[in-house]
């Protein structure tokens, strides 16, 4: 066993059963909706079904980070018991969730002088957030020590590589990401935006591309142009959808066929609720180890 312990957010979008299985801890967003406050509990309490089908009908969820002593209060125990923490928090570039955790931390360095929390920002969301944690969980269990996994976090963060389409604009509109008349456009004319996540964390619209089957093609495009090794590749590669499963299968179909290692093997799931409020329903996201991201 590690004498520290890896936790991080609800939005890396992994299953329940991967913290548990890995000995990843995890800390939850929460999200409003109707009136009432619901954690992101990665589906403990609702499904995706009737999460996005809600969205569908025309509801609305607001989203809410981790408070400053929600993450005191997640870290303590663990200090208490005399293991240090190193926490990988949400990407800056899309949350304020970062600068809590920072506080958070001095907060406890100030209890726990001769314990150690060392905050890491992702600059990743979903499951690319999720595919850094189960690299550290890989990294841990080879017996990678406190100082050299954070050190190898901040050397690799930003080979992991986020492409994803859009095939319903309501919520970008809602949120204010795209204007009522470009999501009525958009709309009108089939046009999935592919988007990516840049160097700084922040989601960034690629290509306007026409049908959703031409944006499925856009993502492997855009994988076999950026994935370590190319064909030859056998990294982690994952995929987070917003309820349209057939459509995260097509593109792990793809990936397969261009990739041979990969065939059967690529992980999907469920873009969770506080990554699906912004994204809403019809979002395919992939994920892999390729170039640095640069800009």
Partial sequence: MADYIITCESTADLPREFFERREVGYVCFHYEMGGRTYTDDLYASTTPDEFFGSLKAGAQAKTSQVGT?????????????????????????ISGTYNSACLAA?????????????VIDSLAASAGYGLLMEYLA?????GMGFDELATWAEGHKLEVNHWFFVSDLDCLK????VSATSALIATALKICP???VDSQGRLIPREKIRTKRKAITELVRNMMEHVRDGAAYTGRCAISHSNCLADAQEVA???????????????????????G????PG?????????????
Avoid at 76 to 81: F, G, N, R, V, Y
Avoid at 138 to 142: A, G, L, T, V
């Fill in 174 to 177: 809602r949120g204010g990401r």
């Fill in 253 to 275: 179909r793809l990936v397969g066929e261009q990739i041979p290692a990969l065939a059967g093997k690529v992980e999907i799931c469920d873009i969770g609720t506080v990554i």
């Fill in 277 to 280: 409020s912004h994204t809403g």
């Fill in 194 to 196: 592919v988007m990516n």
């Fill in 283 to 295: 979002t395919v996201a992939l994920f892999f180890m390729g170039d640095e991201r640069v800009d």
């Fill in 69 to 93: 002593g929600e993450y005191v209060d997640f870290w303590e125990p663990w200090l208490k018991e005399g293991k240090d923490v190193l926490h990988v928090c949400l990407s800056s570039g």
């Fill in 138 to 142: 890989d990294k841990r269990d080879e």
């Fill in 106 to 118: 001095e907060t406890l360095a100030a209890r726990y002088p001769e314990r150690t929390v060392r």
